[in-house]
Every structure is written in C-alpha cells, then in structure tokens.
C-alpha cells in the first residue's frame, strides 16, 4: 500500500527531556530547506483534554495557534524554526483521541461492538496522524511522540506507529532518540541503556530506522559500530546529538551528521537540492557574536520555571540578532517586588518587560515593575495581564483612582478599569473557552506599534477573559494613556501606548507566539531597539 505522504515517527527512550522537540524541529528545517513540505505534530500521553487548564509549573508554556488550539511548547519551536504556523491537528493528547472515540460510541458508531485501546483507540491515533498529510498535502510529516518508550500511558502511540509501518512499510521510519551517559568513574561513554531502550521498543514490535544519541562526548567510531550491532541499525544511522550552547546550532549539528540526507535515504526519496541554510548561518552568527549588550526584567509569577515564558525569552533572541545585540533576560518574581525595594530591584535594568498570567499571585509586584517603568522613563513593554497591569497602574497614579482593579480579582473594585467580557460571564467551563487565536487589529497611524509593525492592519493571537474596560477610554486618553489599537468588529481595545514616555507600549494580545527565526516579531525588534537607543 503506497502512501504519497511519507511519515517520520520520532519516539524517546532512557529518559525524558532528550530534546525530541528540537531534533524533530532541525530535522523539519533541514528538510525544509531541501526543498519538501514538511509539517510536525506532537503525541502527548497526557488524559487532560489540552494544556490549556494545566499549570505552567506542571507543563510549561501553553503555545496558542492562530485558530485557537491550546497546545503544548514543543509546537512554539516547530514554529519558530520552520516559520508555518501550526493549527489544532499538531497537537493531540490521549484526552481528545478518547473523548472522541467514547462520542463515537455514544452516538452508536461502532454498531454495538466492544470498544477496546485495539483497534478503536489505535484507529483513532492513526486516523489523527494521517489528517495532516491528507489535508495539506506535506511531501513529509514528523510526529513527536511524547513520554519515554516504556511508559504505560505511551503504548497506544506505539502500537499505532507499529501498525503504520506495517500498513506503509516503505512510507515510515522510526527515529529514536537515546542517551548515551558519560561515567566519570569509568572515564568512558555507556551505551547499554540505549540497547535496553531499543530492546523495550522490540517487544512492542517496532524496530527504530536511525538512532540519535544524546551524549556530552563525541561518539567514536567504536562505539557508533557497537550501537549499530546490537541494535540492529546501520553505522551511518547512527547519529550524535552533541549538547550544543544555542538550541538553533542544533540544524547545523545534524546537517554535519548528515541526518537528513539518511532519513531521505531510507524513505527512498532523492534530495532535491542541498540545503539552503545561508539565512539561518546568519542569524547564528549574530547571536554569536552582539555588537552590544542590554539587560531586561522579565517580571513574572513562575520564574522558577523558564520554560512557562518559553516563547517570551526565545522571542528576545529573535529581537537580540536583529539588533545585533544581546538580550540578558533577569528573571524576577512579582510576588518578592514591593513598593519598598522595587528601586533597588529594578535600577540596573535598561528594560522591562511584564509577562502575562493568571490570578492574583504577583499582581502587586507588577504593578509597582509598571510604575517604576512609567515614572523613570525605562522602556516597558506588557503583555496581556502585563498590559492589564499597565492600566490598573496608570488609573490609580495618575488619574487618582486608587481603588481601580481588575475585576477578575476584585468584583466590587469602584472602578473596574479591567473587566470581563459579556459573552464570557456565563461560561463554567475553564477548558477552551477564553477569547483564544488570532483576531485582527487596527492601529493608530504614527504609533510606536505602527511604526514598528509598518502597517496599521495586523492579526495576533489571544488567550485571556478580561478586556480594558471601554467607559474609561477617554478620561485615559485625555491624561496621556492612547489606545493605538483596536478590533475593528468589537472595539475592544489592543495595544495601549504613553506617547510622552521613551517606549511605553503594552498588548492585550501575545506577540511572543509569532516570533520566529526568519521573521523575529516587530514589537520585539522595537523595544529591543528602544532599550539600546535608550541605554545609550
């Protein structure tokens, strides 16, 4: 049976947090810049629904496409190195393939049969694997699988993946992506966990095409014949994943590896052309070598965990090498900033930059980053609840309403300068169901944002309940707070500026989501380009 999509399965072994992500997304630029369509999505063995009701301490960032998914950050880098936005179908968790198979049976199409993981469930993984290839016509799809081969909530997916090589045998390869850990006792590299990982992913009948080995050591020649014999993968299969110091050197790493050009190889495809990577050399080479250095507060409440602004701090490195300069993000938590030492915590910083949220943990600490930003001239960018903050801020300082809040954490506030949403007020369900994807927005002709997006016609993506409260437009604008964007169908207000100050802009959407290599945000250039013409 031919297939004119071909499949790349990417599975883990010996444990998680391998970079599955990032070798799938170098793969898909590599391949991409020979000249194939190529789109990834991800697997996650996760029951919720989405990421969309998971904390950020549990899972990370929760990535938004531009038609409203709530996905997983593994899709930010898929974007960010490929530069094609991605949609629902790049993302699947176990949550949707059974709530989908259990709607199935309740509308009685199984027929009365038994419902079982084999074959409904794998029928249904399948089935969402395929969508992509079909729908869009990719030359090749790339699907992530998420966990470690082993765990018990993964083998659907590899039951699945064994069915589809069976199914297409010469459209499928397995990639698998292994440790090989360095013993300092012993002074040498250890290759017996990938061998027990690859045996794990026999029994479950799936025999991996290439092997990518995490290592912090070359791999010599020895030990890559070792691997190939009792794995039962050929010698040039066998590829090294060197821990690199920027996650866009790892392209370039694999293209020496050549893994490309394998994985072309054992799907029977000739190469169309060579890569062509020049612009991404570029860019790497900028991030390399900065002509300058600017220092930025990254104000938020889950700083502990990086990966919760994953796609704020990958967009600074876009912003950085376009100017040529390098961004050092200060990671500070709200909750620990107070009206009496934020001077202190905040003096050394060129820029500010409030990150977006949810609740009230650390709203205080941002409002006071806010002030301390309006009233010292420091260039402040916010983003979503960044830019709730920013009103709330500017109510209470300088129009004298020191009761106005947000009502998401005060109802009965006299002066709900942020406030929910009519059509979002019935809602019960937390899942799905905030303003989420891409609206369109107007912006001011001569704004800061214009200028810097170079038109006043743009689409960004939304995750957020709460909007600026409208009644207050005007006494905000007679004191100085403009609103330079708006949704042309609603009204509702986008993008808020200080005309009077350096660089004062703040979004109620998310610009970090479309942030990529090839197109680094412009409200990221921007300010990145105001903290340096102001630090000067």
């Known amino acids: 049976m031919s297939n004119s999509t071909k499949y790349i399965f990417v599975t883990g072994g010996v444990t998680s947090s391998l970079g599955k992500g990032i070798i799938s997304a170098s793969l898909a630029a590599l391949l991409q810049a020979r ?7 991800k697997l996650d063995p996760y029951i919720n629904i989405d990421p969309g009701t998971l904390n950020p301490y549990e899972h990370g960032e929760c990535f938004v496409t531009d038609d409203g998914a709530e996905t997983d950050l593994d ?21 949707k393939i059974y709530q989908s198979v259990i709607e199935k049976e309740r509308r009685g199409e199984y027929l009365g049969k038994t419902v079982q993981v084999i074959p409904h469930i794998t029928d249904e993984i399948k089935k969402r694997i395929q969508i992509l290839g079909k729908k869009n016509e990719y030359d090749l799809v790339i699907t992530e699988i998420g966990g470690t081969v082993g765990d018990i909530e993964s083998l659907p997916y590899v039951e699945a993946v064994r069915q589809m090589m069976w199914e297409f045998e010469n459209d499928c390869i397995v990639i698998h992506l292994t440790l090989i850990p360095y013993l300092s006792a012993a002074g040498e590299l250890k290759t017996k966990p990938t061998q027990h990982s690859v045996k794990q992913l026999l029994e479950l009948g799936v025999q991996p095409d290439i092997l990518c080995c995490r290592t912090e050591h070359p791999l010599d020649l020895n030990i890559r014949k070792k691997i190939a014999k009792f794995c039962n993968v050929s010698i040039n299969a066998v590829i090294e994943s060197r821990d690199a110091s920027t996650i866009y050197e790892v392209p370039m790493l694999m293209q020496n590896e050549e893994l490309d050009k394998v994985v072309l190889e054992k799907l029977g495809l000739h190469s169309k052309m060579k890569p062509e990577m020049t612009k991404w ?65 905040l003096s050394e910083l060129d820029g500010i930059l409030v990150a977006p949220g949810f ?41 004298g309403w020191s009761d106005a809040h947000t009502t998401e954490i005060a109802e009965d506030c006299s002066y709900p300068v942020i406030s929910m949403m009519e059509e979002q007020k019935s809602i019960s369900n937390l899942g799905g169901t905030m303003r989420l994807g891409a609206y369109k927005c107007q912006l001011k002709p001569d704004s800061k944002a214009s200028k810097a997006y170079n ?16 009644i207050y437009l005007q006494e905000f604008e007679k004191a100085g707070m403009i609103a330079t964007g708006k949704n042309p169908d609603t009204g509702l207000v986008e993008v808020i500026e200080i005309p009077a100050h350096p660089w004062f802009v703040a979004a109620q959407f998310h610009p970090e989501y479309k942030s990529t290599v ?17 630090k000067k």
């Open 35 to 41: 000249g194939y369509t190529v789109t990834i999505q």
């Open 75 to 95: 899709l930010g880098h898929y974007e960010r190195f490929l530069n094609v936005p991605t949609s629902q179908a790049n993302n699947v968790t176990t949550g």
């Open 281 to 345: 050399e570029d860019f790497l080479n900028r991030v390399s070598n900065p002509k300058t250095t600017v220092k930025i507060g990254l104000i938020g409440k889950y700083v502990e965990l990086k990966d919760s602004y994953k796609s704020i701090s990958e967009a600074f490195i876009h912003a950085g090498a376009e100017n040529e300069c390098q961004v050092q993000i200060e990671w500070i938590h709200s909750e620990k900033l107070n009206e009496g030492n934020v001077k202190e915590k």
């Open 359 to 399: 609740g009230s943990r650390g709203i205080s600490g941002k409002i006071e980053a806010v002030r301390y930003a309006r009233e010292n001239n420091v260039p402040f960018f916010g983003i979503c609840l960044g830019m709730q903050c920013a009103v709330i801020e500017f109510a209470r300082h300088v129009l």
């Open 455 to 470: 038109t006043d016609k743009i689409s960004e993506r939304h995750r957020h309940r709460y909007e600026f409260n409208n």
């Open 518 to 534: 090839a197109k680094p945000h412009p409200l990221f250039v921007a300010f990145v380009g105001a903290v340096i013409s102001n």
